[in-house]
């Protein structure tokens, strides 16, 4: 059973084969032009989703048909010969950007019409939490999982690869955004995420404190923290106009430090809550080097399994998004050629 899947819900145009729950192929066409406006622009990333989809699916079907020789690329016969072989297509139908998701939606649909097979929406966070699923070893059912991205902060209680229940969620803003956010107060270029990790690895984590929200339950909050980061700036260059030049690598540690401690805290009071001892991160943050280190830490403090996926399995992918089509698929779960495209949707 064959699975061709497609992933475009922000700046990132994926396209992947899955074969039987294995991934034959896994392509990324990432979007530079974002980072002149030290973000993502909307419009334009819609444009270049229009212009990615034919060549990343393309490159998806290439690598899949003839994987021994992709350096000389498969012929258009084998890639032909492997299109009449899918069973299904899936596509991420939410959330995300909502002129994204269009793109990567229609494509979905017209092929999913040309070749006469069922479509598969799939949502994006689900996603990210099998992406848990991909490579051995994977985590037995139940499991945590702590899904951090720029746009979500979650732990999600899986008991099977569809039933998933958030236990836990941002309250205000996410762990990716207050990552961003706090590299752009300090004056890095657009992704600041990725630098923070980089320049933090460098510095001392206790060097500056910065609080930690005490919200009750399992949810999270990061609005004071980015607030407490902002004021600290303030006071400190207002004194020294080169203090962020001088201490950088300090600063970025100990901001990660902070972040680290926030989600690691709640994922430990959630283990307490449920007694569950499997547990896993997911979602572009979980890229962060720090993050990854403290735990698998925390799971060999606690005598717990830890599982984390693969650095390109981290970011926004579809390999993710074929993963889920694969159990949907087996579920018999299909959409509606009608189905919609939606900015904002709980799983």
């Not at 699975?3 to 729950?21: F, H, N, Q, V």
């Not at 949810?219 to 001088?246: C, H, W």
């Amino acid at each position: 059973m064959t699975i061709l899947a497609i992933e475009s819900s922000c700046d990132e145009t994926a396209a992947a084969i899955c074969r039987d729950g294995v991934i034959l192929s896994n392509f990324i066409a990432n979007q530079s032009i974002h980072e002149s406006y030290g973000g993502v622009v909307p419009e334009l990333a819609s444009r270049a989703h229009m212009q990615n989809i034919v060549p990343v699916v393309h490159a998806a079907l290439q690598k899949a048909a003839s994987p021994s020789t992709i350096a000389q690329g498969a012929d258009e016969a084998s890639i032909h010969s492997l299109l009449q072989t899918v069973n299904a297509i899936a596509f991420t139908q939410a959330p995300g950007l909502i002129g994204s998701l269009l793109v990567g939606a229609q494509f979905a649909k017209s092929l999913a019409l040309a070749l006469n097979v069922p479509l598969i929406a799939v949502h994006h966070m689900q996603a990210h939490v099998l992406a848990n699923l991909i490579e051995d070893p994977k985590p037995d059912f139940p499991f945590l999982c702590l899904t951090v991205s720029g746009g979500h902060t979650q732990i999600v209680l899986c008991e099977s690869p569809l039933s998933l229940k958030v236990i836990g969620e941002t309250m205000d803003d996410a762990a990716g955004e207050a990552f961003d956010k706090s590299a752009k107060l300090l004056g890095l270029p657009y992704p600041g995420g990725p630098l923070i990790d980089k320049y933090a690895q460098q510095g001392n984590p206790n060097r500056f404190k910065f609080p930690e929200p005490q919200i009750p339950g399992l949810n999270f909050s990061f609005s004071g923290l980015k607030t407490a980061i902002l004021y600290f700036l303030q006071e400190n260059t207002a004194a020294n106009n080169r203090f962020i030049e001088e201490n950088l690598a300090d600063i970025c540690a100990s901001i990660q430090h902070r972040i680290v401690s926030i989600l690691l805290n709640k994922v430990k009071a959630a283990a307490r809550t449920t007694g569950i001892k499997h547990l896993c991160i997911a979602g572009g943050v979980s890229a962060n080097s720090g993050l990854r280190k403290a735990f698998t830490e925390l799971g060999q403090k606690n005598n717990w399994q830890t599982f984390i996926p693969a650095f390109q399995y981290c970011t926004d992918n579809a390999a993710m998004i074929a993963m889920t089509g694969y159990y949907k698929y087996l579920n018999g779960d299909f959409s509606e050629l009608s189905v919609s495209p939606t900015a904002r949707a709980e799983f």
